[in-house]
């Protein structure tokens, strides 16, 4: 099999960071072409399995392999994108198709086209048997960097992000403080295996720099009591409710007295800090489970992310708990990331993705 080339989708200026972290996690040679908003990597060998998983990433949003690049014509954009497809095409080839654009300010007025051309190119591909819905196939992407360009590429949706653009659809809830509850949410759809399941109404939570409310919000939403520790003021019903207590303390020096079952942060402070404040929660027992954010520096991100995973592995290398690590640079985030530590009971221990 040739070596593959491969689309990161990322936050526009985010591209040399996807790079960075290829180069951190894989150390495996190929070149680089970066747009805005996506990279594409020509692998000079072939990729570790790892990497094919969107969720492994932090700086990318999906990843997906490419099949081939076509220029369009003002006139007729359907022909060479069927022409280039016929070479890799076979019957029932593919589950579904998805017609997407880099998330930049070039990108986004695509959207609409994108929607329009959507069920013509569906239609062309069904005519011609290669879309089978109900099959288990790949998912093809036709990924637009401009309308007069196409790149062909595919997926296997149980490795690629489930969502278009590679960005999940959280949606403002009502009587949130502060628009930062989206962090929060999305967080528990990226990051946090089986959500559900680990956030269970009568549960304790500590929300470290909460100030005006909006982490608070998302945890309160799902019945857990909450310590809410900012010297600002929280807001909304955030400030009345019953079971969130608003403690004016400082983030760094203040430790539960019982331990709880779920820490968040989202205090502006340097990354390394916040990642020795989380590793001492852990070592001590104080909570099982832990969101917060990592304000990164404009340069060298990703040596800054590695020290900052250092920290925490470090310490928790020195007791015998197993945990989970995961970080994303989500949608809501800008120039920060967003982790979730959690206390595993599983064999597979100590695992970072
Ligand atoms: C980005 S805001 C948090 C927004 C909040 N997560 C929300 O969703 O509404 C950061 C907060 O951290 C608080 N903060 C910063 N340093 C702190 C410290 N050392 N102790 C407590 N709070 C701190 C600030 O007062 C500010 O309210």
């Known amino acids: 099999m040739p070596a593959p080339t491969l689309l990161f989708?990322?936050?526009?200026?985010?591209?040399?960071?996807?790079?960075?972290?290829?180069?951190?996690?894989?150390a495996a040679s190929g070149s680089w072409e970066a747009g805005e908003g996506y990279a594409l990597l020509h692998a000079e060998a072939q990729v570790d399995a790892a990497a094919w998983h969107a969720s492994n990433?932090?700086?990318?949003?999906?990843?997906?392999?490419?099949?081939?690049?076509?220029?369009?014509?003002?006139?007729?954009?359907?022909?060479?994108?069927?022409d280039a497809l016929a070479s890799v095409a076979r019957p029932g080839r593919w589950s579904e198709v998805w017609l997407e654009h880099p998330d930049s300010d070039a990108g986004k007025p695509l959207s609409g086209f994108c929607k329009r051309f959507a069920p013509i190119v569906a239609q062309a591909l069904s005519e011609r048997g290669?879309?089978?819905?109900?099959?288990?196939?790949?998912?093809?992407?036709?990924?637009?960097?401009?309308?007069?360009?196409?790149?062909?590429?595919?997926?296997?949706?149980?490795?690629a992000s489930p969502w278009p653009l590679g960005v999940p659809r959280v949606r403002m809830p009502t009587g949130a403080p502060s628009r930062s509850t989206l962090k929060l949410a999305e967080a528990f759809m990226t990051l946090v295996p089986d959500a559900d399941t680990l956030l269970k109404?009568?549960?304790?939570?500590?929300?470290?720099?909460?100030?005006?409310?909006?982490?608070?919000?998302?945890?309160?939403?799902?019945?857990?009591?909450?310590?809410?520790?900012?010297?600002?003021?929280?807001?909304?019903?955030?400030?009345?409710?019953?079971?969130?207590?608003?403690?004016?303390?400082?983030?760094?020096?203040?430790?539960?007295?019982?331990?709880?079952?779920?820490l968040v942060c989202d205090m502006v402070e340097q990354p390394a800090r916040v990642a020795q404040l989380i590793a001492?929660?852990?070592s001590r027992g104080h909570t099982r489970?832990?969101?917060?954010?990592?304000?990164?520096?404009?340069?060298?991100?990703?040596?800054?992310?590695?020290?900052?995973f250092g920290i925490l592995e470090a310490a928790l290398d020195r007791t015998e708990l197993r945990y989970t690590l995961t970080a994303k640079q989500l949608y809501h985030d800008r120039e920060e990331i967003t982790c979730y530590l959690g206390l595993t009971r599983s064999a597979q221990a100590k695992r970072r993705r």
């Open 280 to 282: 001492d929660w852990f």
């Open 9 to 26: 989708y990322c936050r526009n200026g985010f591209e040399n960071d996807v790079r960075q972290e290829w180069q951190g996690r894989y």
């Open 201 to 262: 109404p009568g549960m304790v939570g500590v929300d470290l720099g909460a100030a005006p409310g909006g982490w608070t919000f998302q945890l309160v939403a799902r019945g857990l009591k909450v310590f809410a520790i900012d010297n600002g003021p929280m807001k909304g019903d955030m400030a009345l409710h019953p079971h969130v207590k608003h403690l004016r303390e400082d983030g760094f020096r203040y430790r539960p007295k019982n331990p709880v079952d779920w």
């Open 130 to 159: 290669w879309l089978a819905p109900e099959g288990k196939g790949p998912r093809l992407h036709l990924f637009f960097p401009a309308q007069s360009e196409a790149i062909l590429a595919e997926a296997d949706p149980e490795q």
């Open 289 to 308: 489970h832990a969101v917060f954010n990592l304000k990164l520096p404009m340069k060298k991100r990703w040596s800054e992310i590695e020290r900052c």
């Open 57 to 82: 990433w932090i700086f990318a949003r999906q990843v997906l392999a490419v099949l081939g690049r076509v220029q369009l014509g003002e006139r007729d954009r359907l022909g060479p994108i069927v």
